[in-house]
């Protein structure tokens, strides 16, 4: 972007008009009087050197945060004139401190004490020495010298600054200068009424600064200011007419635009407004440039103005419908004033949204505040008088500056603020506080009137304190509705908007009442498991009816589906609506218990429909059972008139009841086959409708009229019926009916004798073990469904990807057969498309062809060479491979096409090795060559050079016609198809070689080798005269009748012939060297390349990124994608991508520094070999000492951080879409058509050119990075904060975003010890202008905007700040690509299809993992995610329609978004995951999401295993807060059943069936376990051989299910297919076995499912940041004991302790193998868990790291912990804080750990009376004296602690004693029980069995009562029992460790499978390792 140059005034000519402001006495004017000052502001006396002056630089960018602002510009420009001026730089640095002190006299601030201390000493040492360089005799005169120096300078040059550029940098700086002399010559003139000025006079004299469009003073010279669009656009905005008069607001003379006056009408900031006026302008100018060109300009307005106001207030409209109140958007009738209007209304909701900082997430809060606004807007401009003071109306916060912040914004943040505070951190219930949605929802409802205008900020709404105890429901308290009904209120509806209209809306309450907290609005999230039953109860309806279905069709032996239709299995089937009953009575009650904390917020209406709700399911639940059981086996039958499949028609009363029952949900269902009519009814206002919503769903604002078109509807059924139809057949083929006759069997064996005390003795037939054995597959029935899923995305995305292209290109080879048809497909797709036959339609473009003949099309030829070209620069490919992949354009042979050499590679040779062994015909050996065109194009390409280059090189008249002679026997000679016949080829490879030799000469062109030149040539001569040519003596004829020949006849022996192409005195035969000619060295170079490239050069690119790049640009260009606008009417778009601390570049210590890892630069050195060596090529260096010798560590840090995930490398890609538009523009202009060079040096010889493709792509194109931190950083002095600068300057066009945080110092009263000062927060726009970074926009904020989840905060304050129609949003671990980039204008045109119903609002885009190249887990982690992004996005957009937002490379239609809440929510923890929520959001708000595959964005994933755990949990954790949240519950509601189900599957569903697989292996190893502990297993398996009954142990045995959840691989492994090939697939995925993955994937369950229960019942969720450095290292034995303990170890040792018992007590009845058959899969999770953190561990077997693990395993162990000791340090500390889901938890959540830890006790139960010692006695009392033993245990052991306490100390002899005392009384009581009560080896293995377990249940339920037993001595013990069983445990997963460990083959055979990738790419591991172990 260009950068403006304003002049400003002489400060001796301009008046200034002063404001009131504190006053800094001065006792001087002049400078001389300066010391003085200093010494009365401080107190102190200068020391001033005696030695000359010396000039040094003051740091100007680390400044106080308040100061910053004020004094920064005066320090920057003292350091520019150090060297020049330094009298006036000292001038300049005393006007910054008097500002400085001025502003803060009692340096309170932050740093403001230290700063004011270096600069006053800076002073004093230059006040004195700065005098004797001045030129002047006083100071004001030297600054005026100064200041009238650059005023000349800028006047001079300010004209061609646009033209030329040689002068900007100083330009700029002069600029500068002018602006802050200006400023200080003004105070020094002037004195201390100067300086109380001096906002007067900084708004003169402080340069310009501009976003985009320079709007004041010189901008109009700009380029962007002469586009016609901008012009016009500018001057719809600057129409004033018709303005009321400035005497009603503050304002003197009339008003420069619309902006202006809605600025001081309102009180909104000057510096928002002047945001908003460029944003309009950019977005008015964007939508005239789409309009037709043939319409008239007032046309083109008003159809561009109407596009922005359908798109602006479609959101108001709705809501005002829907709350059935009249718009205040009023418009004229006369058409102009009708534009103005419009114009005004887009204004005003701009400045509205510009400065509603947190209050954008709050879209219909917005609607209110513009309503009202709109409304006083209205009555200004028509000049309404009020009814009630008989006044203009006026608005009510208007005028004063700020008003609107200050009045309108803040009440209601500081609601936002107060609620926020509430949530503890997160840690609180979500019903205790009300969040964004609570807030924003209270403005669907009528009641939010009540709040009035002006506010009444006494209404309930800004009363945040909620209540502690709530007693039952008061609706006498509820603010709304409590005088009147309904109907009245519907009587009275008009009455209330015409006063609400006038103003007279703000009615204050009849009776005085305390304000009382509203508590949540529509919703509350109680965090229950019940949630997922609530918000998809017809799902689950859906699944339990249908299993119920099925055990009775199953008990009926029902073998064909027509059977169901016999009257006795009919009517048991039909006993399912029993059940559906009973559910609905279940769904009708949750919905009380879950809405009852909203009930304060709730319609009456709604609250009658629930009451009735449960009270028809009440009904429904009686009388269907009472029916069912009086009319059963009651048959009333008819007979059929004609023979049919149903024989009889038979009915009962309980089937009429049915019929009526299921009456209730026909209307649903015939309203499913008709989506139109559904849609019409959600959101119509009639009273019918309305009712009709009501009955089924609470009717809200969002939600209604989602439904898509008959044609999607048709598709996501069909697809949900081929699942479920799968799903039910097998189900019932393989799981329902094999049980049922083993279960007959069961219930027929009578089991009288257990091997246990059996509690429930009576019961009968059996009912445990049916539980046992039914239990496991009924919860693999609810999990299946996830897997069958799995299997149809499969198979459809598979078909998908085929039918549109998908991997059409992914080998060398597919790209160079199909090479020849991309540039069709480029001209086809990328440019405009201004010839409309030739658009093709989608049949068309899957079987296109195009022909190798056709010419090149040189767009095609520069847009392919400027992405070789890029290649190279960023490294992936050599010098040389950029000469073989580019396609020349010398156009030296017009008509011919040149491919890249690298497909004609080895072409030449092979033709020569054909021709020189050929025999036959020409016409065969022409046919031959012509069959390979590349070949016949290499070969006649060849021809013409030779031609070419021998005619430049020749020039003896001799020597040409020799050479013409020649050349003309070879083309008659095929002319007439001889050639085989005159000339002999067996010498074609001599003379090849030989011609090699020449061209190689040419190109050294030494002067000193032209003798060489000359014997080549003659040489070649030689080899055609005589070796190849038949009649060569013609050729030497001629040269014998030459006249330089003469008469001797012994030439022809050898005394000519070596002078030919010599030169002879003055004449010379050749030019050589050539001339410097580009062209023709270019076509020498590429010749020699044609002649000497080998076989090699099929494998260019060589760098697997480069070929994976080029592969898919040329495949996306054959897929389906619209045709391209031209740049200048394409939508214009911006990019956001939000920072926090992470990575900007690496440092340069950082690179080099390695903390025990291996240095970064050693990593990427051997991670990308051969990018490094591309990197030194380019540079010109050997190695990297060279580099770092002379100076290139920037260079060096660049390259390394543009291979990691830094916002460097995010930047750069970023900024290739203006790079791809500013070409795209270019190449659209008609006196550029045939253009050769590259677009850099077309722009560099044409500056005006380049000025217009900037402004082009300005106008199209903006990027912002929110870097939230950078002002504390630049404060602070933090490097990322020059390394954002430094990116600012190397792209002019990025703006950066950053939150100011300033300390405002009131008055001069010194601050209270401990009190921090307020502080003032505003959101700032920045750019690079020279060297520095400059403000653009400072928007005050009304407090912190950080309250709620960080990222979508710090996007909201940034996103007033973006620009355009569309908004894209990148975060900093992603990447793009030049080649994706000139797809963007393709992919925008996508917003004007319609998908469906309706347009996208949210386009989905590819994302490739780039970080998957190099260790197993990247690998692993990099196909998971590339199949979710690919197969399972391409699903979810289409068929299923139910493609949400995930991450961050999708583009937002911007205005649907900002005028709806944003692109993401920020409600602390239940927004965790922001992202998905906008998908939500939109979907809800009836917007349409899809997904496209035809253009990639990078993105970066965690390599590690602990990095990606961290991942999965945070991920989990964000599921399990969606499970709760409005948005989940909404979508499950209203979708229809399919689309409900397709969103249950895609998203909540895959974690809640993950959780119910794990689930299942405990329910089926606890049912063995009931089953062998009880006997019941033996007694029934021992009866059923007895009986020879087999299905019964085969039923016993049939558990082994978990293999199933292979099948959820599936997708990953047909993207695969898709894109690498079905081959590729297959050895991947063998390998990827090979390399555990299976282990990999298994433990990363175990993630998931824990965090997700765990938080979906405790809470406490929040961002895990992940790190995105490199990740190759050794993580501590501690570090993954505390990560993974309780998630997977604890589990682990759990489900080993299940399968050794189940082991023990079965062996004596069951065979091994039945054992193995049931248990392997589980015995691999169990080992899985436990030891895949070390198996993935890098040096995880090396001795030396296991040694330093047991360390400091056994130190941290040990340490103690408390406050502030972190839990990496000690392990009480971890203890403590892996409690504190608990610690925040209810009595609910408690009870249930509880039940949940009861499992624990079911050991020791059952385990006693298997011991020897029981003596096979089943009494109670064994269990009770089990106890008894444990207590003793815990009592010994207590015992010894306290002996501890008391003895060890001073009585260490007695405390042995003591110990041996009680090991000897264990000792012999375990020896007398032997003796006499036959206590056996087994029975102390048995005990330890059951006791453990019991141990652990013990800790969980004291952790679960901690508040109660927390201040006793059983506390202490419960943690001393705690860490001891850590340590057991520790101990237990370390020991096979450090065995292995001593093998060193186990080290290496890990090695080998964790970084097989890179074996295979034969990267440089070892070394990386091995630097590692050094260290």
Not at 637 to 644: D, K, V
Not at 1601 to 1616: A, K, S
Request: glycine share 6%; aromatic share 12%.
């Amino acid at each position: 972007m260009s950068t403006e140059i304003v002049p400003v005034d002489d400060p001796i000519e301009e008046p200034c008009r002063p404001e009131k402001r504190p006053v800094v006495y001065r006792e001087e004017e002049e400078g001389e009087g300066t010391k003085g000052v200093i010494r009365s502001i401080t107190y102190g006396e200068s020391s001033s050197s005696s030695g000359g002056y010396v000039p040094e630089v003051f740091n100007s960018e680390s400044l106080p945060s308040n100061l910053a602002s004020e004094i920064q510009r005066f320090l920057r420009v003292a350091n520019m004139l150090e060297w020049k001026a330094p009298r006036v730089a000292y001038l300049c640095r005393f006007h910054a401190f008097e500002i400085a002190h001025s502003l803060d006299r009692n340096s309170t601030g932050r740093k403001v004490r230290q700063f004011k201390t270096l600069l006053l000493q800076r002073l004093e040492r230059d006040e004195e020495t700065s005098k004797t360089t001045r030129q002047e005799p006083s100071d004001s005169r030297e600054l005026k010298r100064v200041y009238d120096e650059n005023r000349r300078y800028i006047n001079q040059h300010a004209e061609t600054f646009d033209l030329e550029n040689s002068h900007g940098e100083k330009l700029l700086d002069a600029c500068r200068i002018v602006s802050v002399l200006y400023e200080v010559l003004k105070t020094v003139i002037a004195g201390h009424q100067a300086l109380a000025d001096r906002d007067s006079i900084r708004a003169r004299s402080e340069m310009f600064a501009y976003n985009i469009l320079p709007l004041d003073h010189g901008g109009i010279q700009q380029a962007i200011m002469k586009l016609p669009e901008i012009k016009l656009a500018i001057g719809v905005i600057r129409n004033v007419r018709g303005l009321p008069a400035t005497e009603n607001v503050p304002k003197r003379g009339t008003f420069v635009d619309s902006f202006e006056f809605l600025q001081y009408a309102f009180g909104f900031q000057k510096e928002s407004v002047a945001n908003q006026r460029e944003h309009l302008i950019l977005l008015l100018a964007n939508a005239l440039s789409r309009q037709p060109k043939k319409s008239s300009t007032l046309e083109i307005i008003d159809a561009s103005i109407d596009e922005l106001m359908r798109k602006f207030f479609k959101n108001y409209t709705n809501w005002c419908k829907y709350l059935v109140r009249k718009s205040s958007i009023r418009l004229p009738c006369v058409k102009q004033d009708a534009q103005q209007y419009k114009i005004l209304y887009i204004g005003l909701y701009l400045l509205i949204w510009g400065e509603a900082a947190n209050l954008r997430f709050m879209p219909e809060c917005l609607c209110y505040i513009f309503h009202h606004m709109a409304y006083e807007l209205h009555g200004m401009l028509t000049g309404a008088v009020s009814m009630t003071t008989g006044e203009t109306v006026m608005p009510a916060y208007g005028g004063s500056h700020e008003s609107f912040l200050s009045n309108v914004v803040t009440p209601i943040y500081k609601v936002i603020y107060e609620e926020a505070q509430k949530n503890k951190s997160g840690t609180a219930d979500h019903t205790t506080w009300r969040n964004y949605d609570d807030l924003n929802e209270f403005f669907w409802s009528p009641d939010c009137f009540q709040i009035g205008w002006p506010m009444r900020t006494e209404h309930d709404f800004f009363f945040t304190k909620s209540p502690q105890k709530e007693k039952g429901t008061k609706d006498e308290e509820l603010p709304k509705k409590e005088e009147g009904t309904e109907n009245e209120e519907l009587l009275n509806k008009e009455k209330v908007t015409e006063d609400e209209e006038m103003g007279l809306s703000n009615v204050p309450s009849k009776e005085n009442r305390e304000p009382k907290w509203l508590g949540k609005t529509n919703f509350a999230e109680i965090r229950s498991f019940w949630q997922v039953f609530r918000s998809f109860d017809r799902m689950w309806s859906f699944f339990i009816l249908s299993l119920q279905a099925m055990i009775i069709m199953a008990c009926h032996d029902v073998g064909s589906p027509l059977e169901v239709f016999d009257k006795v299995v009919l009517e048991d089937v039909m006993s399912i609506f029993i059940t559906s009953a009973v559910l609905k009575l279940i769904q009708a009650i949750l919905e009380i218990i879950f809405t009852w904390k909203a009930r304060n917020t709730m319609e009456l209406s709604q609250k009658r429909i629930q009451v009735l709700r449960l009270g028809s399911a009440v009904i429904w639940t009686v009388v269907l059972p009472v029916i069912y059981a009086h009319s059963r086996r009651k048959y009333t039958c008819y007979s059929t008139q004609y023979e049919s499949w149903l024989g009889q028609w038979c009915y009962s009363s309980y089937m009429v009841a049915v019929v009526i029952y299921l009456m209730i949900n026909a209307v649903d269902l015939v309203l499913f086959f008709v989506p139109a009519v559904s849609k019409y009814i959600e959101i119509s206002n009639w009273r019918i409708c309305k009712t009709l919503c009501r009955w089924a769903q609470p009717r809200l604002y969002v939600g209604r009229g989602m439904q898509e078109t008959q044609v999607s509807l048709f598709k996501y059924t069909f697809f949900w019926i081929l699942v479920l139809s799968t799903k039910l057949v097998f189900s019932y083929s393989f799981e329902i009916k094999p049980l049922i006759a083993p279960t007959r069997e069961i219930m027929k064996i009578g089991v009288q004798i257990y091997d246990w005390h059996e509690l429930f003795p009576k019961v009968r037939n059996n009912a445990g073990a049916i539980v046992a054995v039914w239990a496991p597959i009924i919860v693999v029935y609810f999990m299946d469904t996830q897997i069958w899923y799995s299997v149809y995305c499969t198979i459809c995305g598979g078909l998908y990807g085929i039918l549109h292209h998908l991997g059409e290109i992914r080998t060398l080879g597919m790209l160079r057969s199909r090479f020849h048809s991309l540039p069709s497909a480029f001209n086809r797709l990328i440019p405009p498309q201004l010839n409309k036959s030739r658009t093709k339609n989608f049949l068309q473009n899957i079987f296109c062809k195009a022909s190798k003949s056709e010419v090149l099309d040189q767009k095609f030829v520069l847009v392919w060479n400027k992405i070789i070209r890029n290649f190279r620069s960023e490294d992936l490919i050599s010098n040389r491979e950029m000469d073989l992949m580019t396609i020349p354009t010398s156009g030296l042979f017009p008509g011919f096409i040149c491919w890249p050499i690298f497909l004609l590679a080895n072409k030449f040779s092979t033709a020569v090795s054909i021709a020189r062994d050929f025999v036959g015909k020409d016409e065969k050996l022409f046919k031959r060559i012509r069959k390979d065109e590349y070949m016949y194009f290499s070969v006649k390409e060849c021809y013409e050079s030779v031609k070419f280059i021998l005619d430049v090189l020749i020039v003896g008249d001799l020597e040409k016609r020799i050479v013409s002679n020649i050349l003309n026997e070879i083309d008659r000679s095929i002319e007439e198809s001889s050639f085989l016949k005159e000339f002999k080829m067996s010498a074609l490879p001599a003379l090849q070689a030989k011609f090699v030799e020449l061209l190689e000469l040419l190109v050294e062109g030494n002067e000193n080798q032209s003798s060489k030149v000359v014997e080549v040539l003659q040489d070649m001569f030689e080899l055609l005269t005589n070796d190849m040519m038949a009649n060569g003596h013609r050729i030497v004829d001629l040269i014998e009748s030459s006249p330089e020949a003469g008469d001797d006849s012994s030439f022809f022996s050898g005394k000519i012939e070596p002078q030919l192409f010599e030169s002879v005195a003055s004449q010379t035969s050749i030019f050589f060297p050539l001339p410097d000619d580009g062209p023709l060295i270019e076509q020498i170079k590429r010749l020699h390349l044609l002649l000497t490239v080998k076989d090699k050069a099929m494998d260019i690119p060589a760098n697997l990124e480069a070929r994976r790049r080029i592969s898919f640009f040329a495949t996306s260009l054959f897929m389906d994608m619209p045709n391209a606008p031209e740049v200048g009417s394409m939508l214009s778009f911006s990019v956001m991508t939000p920072h926090f601390m992470e990575d900007v570049n690496f440092s340069l210590k950082e690179l080099q520094s390695s903390k025990g890892q291996v240095s970064i630069i050693f990593y990427m050195q051997n991670i990308f070999p051969d990018e490094w060596k591309n990197f030194l090529e380019r540079m010109g260096y050997q190695n990297f000492d060279e580099l770092m010798d002379d100076g290139k560590e920037e260079e060096i840090r660049r390259w390394a951080s543009f291979r990691g995930q830094t916002l460097s490398r995010t930047v750069r890609g970023i900024m290739y879409y203006r790079q791809a538009l500013k070409l795209q523009a270019l190449l659209e202009r008609p006196e550029y058509k045939d253009v050769l060079e590259d677009i850099n040096i077309v722009e560099r010889n044409n500056p005006k050119l380049s000025a217009e493709l900037d402004a082009l792509a300005d106008m199209k194109f903006t990027y912002v990075v929110s870097c939230q931190m950078f002002g504390s950083h630049k404060s602070s002095g933090d490097p990322r904060a020059e390394d954002i600068k430094e990116l600012m300057i190397r792209y002019p066009a990025l703006r950066v975003a950053y939150i100011e945080e300033k300390e405002e110092i009131v008055g001069d009263k010194p601050q209270k010890m401990g009190e921090e000062p307020p502080k003032v927060y505003s959101s700032i726009l920045a750019k690079a202008v020279g060297s520095f970074d400059q403000v653009i926009y400072r928007i005050k904020l009304p407090g912190p905007p950080i309250i709620g989840e960080g990222k979508p905060e710090n996007q909201n304050h940034a996103i007033i700040f973006t620009r355009g129609d569309a908004l894209q949003t990148i975060d900093m671990n992603q990447d793009s690509y030049l080649e994706e980039a000139l797809k963007v204008r393709n992919l925008l045109q996508e917003f004007l299809q319609n998908h469906g119903r309706r347009p996208p609002t949210i386009l989905g885009l590819r994302e490739h993992i780039f970080t998957g190249s190099v260790s197993s887990l990247a690998w692993f982690m990099s196909y998971q995610e590339t199949s979710f992004v690919t197969i399972g996005q391409r699903l979810l957009a289409n068929p299923l329609r139910v493609r949400f937002h995930y991450g961050h490379p999708d583009v937002f239609d911007r205005l649907f978004h900002i005028t709806r809440g944003g692109i993401s929510k920020a409600s602390k923890t239940i927004n965790l995951s922001e992202d998905v929520f906008a998908g939500f959001n939109s979907t809800l708000r009836r917007g349409c999401i899809t997904y496209h595959e035809y253009l990639q964005v990078g993105k970066g994933r965690d390599v590690g295993l602990n990095q990606i755990s961290r991942f999965e949990a945070k991920v989990a954790n964000g599921n399990s807060e969606q499970t709760i949240s409005r948005d989940i519950h909404r979508l499950g509601r209203r979708f229809d059943f399919f689309r409900m189900l397709s969103c249950y599957f895609t998203t909540i569903g895959f974690y809640f069936s993950s959780l119910i697989s794990v689930l299942g292996i405990y329910v089926f190893l606890y049912g063995q376990l009931y089953l062998v502990l009880s006997g019941l297993q033996k007694a029934l398996l021992i009866e059923a051989r007895m009986h020879n009954i087999e299905s019964l142990e085969t039923a016993l045995a049939s558990q082994s299910f978990i293999q199933l959840g292979l099948l959820t691989g599936l997708p990953m492994v047909m993207e695969i297919g898709l894109e690498k090939g079905f081959l590729t697939a297959l050895k991947d995925f063998v390998l990827m076995q090979l390399q555990l993955a299976a282990v990999f994937f298994t433990f990363s369950l175990g993630t998931k499912t824990h965090h997700f229960g765990r938080t979906l019942m405790y809470g406490g969720a929040q961002y895990i940041p992940t790190g995105r450095k490199v990740v190759v290292f050794h993580a501590s034995f501690t570090e993954n004991y505390r990560l993974y303990s309780r998630s997977h170890f604890v589990k682990g040792f759990e489900l080993v302790l299940l399968l050794v018992v189940y082991d023990l007590f079965r062996r004596s009845y069951q065979s091994s193998m039945a054992y193995v058959l049931i248990t392997y899969s589980v015995w691999f999770m169990t080992i899985t868990w436990l030891f895949a953190p070390f198996l993935f561990n890098p040096s995880g077997f090396d001795w030396d790291k296991i040694v330093d693990d047991w360390k400091g395993w056994n130190k941290w162990i040990k340490e103690q912990g408390g406050i502030g000791i972190r839990q990496d340090k000690s392990w009480q500390s971890w203890w403590n804080d892996e409690q504190a889901h608990l610690r925040r938890s209810g009595y609910g959540a408690r009870l249930f750990e509880i039940l949940l830890s009861i499992r624990f006790f079911l050991y020791q139960y059952g385990l006693v009376y298997h011991l020897d010692i029981s003596q096979q006695s089943k009494n109670f009392l064994v269990y009770v004296l089990s106890w008894v033993v444990i207590l003793a245990v815990f009592l010994t052991v207590k015992a010894v602690n306290i002996g501890k306490q008391l003895f060890s100390a001073n009585y260490h002899l007695m405390f042995r004693f003591f110990k041996a005392f009680l090991f000897l009384s264990v000792f012999s009581i375990v020896i007398t029980l032997s003796v006499i009560c036959e206590l056996s080896t087994k029975d102390i293995l048995v005990c330890c069995l059951a006791f453990l377990p019991t141990g652990w249940g013990l800790i969980l339920v004291a952790q679960a009562v901690r508040p109660i037993i927390e201040n006793t001595g059983f506390w202490h013990f419960t943690e001393v029992l705690a860490q001891a069983y850590d340590y057991g445990m520790g101990t237990i997963l370390f020991s096979p460790i450090a065995v292995l460990a001593w093998l060193p083959i186990i080290s290496a055979f890990q090695t080998r499978f964790l970084f097989n990738q890179a074996f295979n790419r034969h990267l440089q591991i070892q070394p990386i390792l091995a630097a590692k172990k050094q260290k």
